[in-house]
Nanobody, 125 residues
Framework: QVQLVESGGGLVQAGDSLRLSCAAS????????MGWFRQTPGKERELVAC????????VYVDSAKGRFTISRDNAKNMAFLQMNSLKPEDTAVYYC??????????????????WGQGTQVTVSS
């Protein structure tokens, strides 16, 4: 089993930045592909960003490209999502997720094995 705990959400104004963190335990972190998803009421959960096990491969949803950066620290069992130039439409609950296979980034949430409890990000205009 893998436990994931997110932190770093909050209420910010448009144009501000936030850094989300995800602490993992229970399995060798470097064996996990890590993803950040978000969900708003009435909408499907969507992948925001994903990073491969060694950190060399990343994937972003189009709306996040150029503003968000996903990273990981395998020595500390942590994954991060740096969010800059936040917009009101970024408001959502953000979830950290992890999967063992396949070992490349995928967009579908059903392929991820483990999930955190979520952290709320609210961006006011």
């Amino acid at each position: 089993q893998v436990q994931l705990v997110e932190s770093g959400g909050g209420l910010v104004q448009a144009g501000d930045s936030l850094r989300l963190s995800c602490a993992a335990s229970g399995r060798t972190f470097s064996s996990l592909v890590m993803g950040w998803f978000r969900q708003t009421p009435g909408k499907e959960r969507e992948l925001v960003a994903c990073i491969t096990r060694g950190g060399t491969g990343t994937v972003y949803v189009d709306s996040a490209k150029g503003r968000f950066t996903i990273s990981r620290d395998n020595a500390k069992n942590m994954a991060f999502l740096q969010m800059n130039s936040l917009k009101p439409e970024d408001t959502a609950v953000y979830y950290c997720a992890a999967k063992v296979s396949p070992t490349y980034c995928t967009y579908g949430g059903d392929l991820y094995d483990y999930w955190g409890q979520g952290t709320q990000v609210t961006v006011s205009s």
